[in-house]
């Protein structure tokens, strides 16, 4: 058995934060594939009672620990490793400010829009839907503007910080409706720079489940 797990799906950005972390340590990890879609496992009794009683995806399992919420699993992988770890408590300030900006205002938009398009049925409503866009583009721009003066959002190197914003924003642009890299300037080169990490993957290579099955 690896040495962690990772409760996870291909389709959730959620958990490719804490997927991407894992294979960027270099870690040995494997997947346990939650069936989000179809099963609803996450929202059973059982899930909640054993996994994570939150009934959420990524939950990560090291020696006899499970850890929920990709922002404190990034933060304790980055405390294990070294790697991508904010210098200082300056730095943990502030990469801990971006990584709620995320789950709440930039992909804790970004994530239900593309549910509602993609996977909800029925659809989601055009108003919620407009309302969700709206959000989403104002916060990406916030996003776009810090990328403008340095190349990671801490500065000179990437962090948790960084692995946290890029949660859903490798899916392909078909699935949003429009083109974040076309709209926001900054964040494609920034998108690639991560990308040419050592040990990068695609969120539908790093988690199973895809293409979903119905
Ligand atoms: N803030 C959480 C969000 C986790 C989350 O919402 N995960 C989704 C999957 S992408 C989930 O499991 N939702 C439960 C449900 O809709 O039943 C994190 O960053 O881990």
Same mark, same amino acid.
């Given at each position: 058995?690896?040495?962690?797990?990772?409760?996870?799906?291909?389709?959730?950005?959620?958990?490719?934060r804490?997927?991407?972390m894992?294979?960027?340590?270099?870690?040995?990890?494997?997947?346990?594939?939650?069936?989000?879609?179809?099963?609803?496992?996450?929202?059973?009794?059982?899930?909640?009672?054993?996994?994570?009683?939150?009934?959420?995806?990524?939950?990560?399992?090291?020696?006899?620990?499970?850890?929920?919420?990709?922002?404190?699993?990034?933060?304790?992988?980055?405390?294990?490793?070294?790697?991508?770890?904010?210098?200082?408590?300056?730095?943990?300030?502030?990469?801990?400010?971006?990584?709620?900006?995320?789950?709440?205002?930039?992909?804790?938009?970004?994530?239900?829009? +593309?549910?509602?398009? =993609?996977? $909800?049925?029925?659809?989601?409503?055009?108003?919620?839907?407009? *309302? %969700?866009? &709206? +959000?989403?583009?104002? =916060?990406? $721009?916030?996003?776009?503007?810090?990328?403008?003066?340095?190349? *990671? %959002?801490? &500065?000179?190197?990437?962090?948790i910080?960084d692995l946290s914003?890029?949660?859903?924003?490798?899916?392909?642009?078909?699935?949003?409706?429009?083109?974040?890299?076309?709209?926001?300037?900054?964040?494609?080169?920034?998108?690639?720079?991560?990308?040419?990490?050592?040990?990068?993957?695609?969120?539908?290579?790093?988690?199973?489940?895809?293409?979903?099955?119905?």
């Open positions: 058995m690896s040495e962690y797990q990772l409760y996870c799906f291909a389709q959730s950005g959620n958990s490719y804490a997927a991407l894992l294979n960027l340590i270099g870690a040995d990890w494997q997947p346990v594939w939650v069936d989000f879609f179809a099963g609803g496992i996450q929202r059973t009794p059982q899930f909640r009672s054993d996994i994570n009683e939150m009934g959420e995806a990524p939950v990560l399992v090291h020696q006899g620990k499970k850890l929920s919420q990709s922002g404190v699993i990034l933060n304790y992988l980055s405390k294990l490793s070294g790697k991508f770890k904010p210098q200082g408590e300056d730095e943990e300030h502030e990469a801990m400010r971006w990584i709620l900006f995320d789950n709440q205002k930039v992909n804790g938009y970004l994530g239900p829009f +593309r549910f509602l398009r =993609n996977f $909800a049925t029925p659809k989601g409503d055009p108003a919620v839907m407009a *309302f %969700l866009k &709206g +959000r989403i583009d104002g =916060n990406l $721009a916030i996003l776009n503007k810090r990328l403008e003066k340095a190349p *990671f %959002l801490l &500065g000179e190197r990437p962090t910080a914003l890029v949660a859903y924003l490798y899916y392909p642009a078909e699935e949003f409706g429009f083109d974040i890299r076309a709209q926001h300037k900054a964040i494609g080169p920034w998108l690639d720079r991560i990308k040419e990490l050592p040990g990068w993957g695609h969120p539908y290579d790093l988690m199973p489940g895809y293409p979903l099955k119905n």
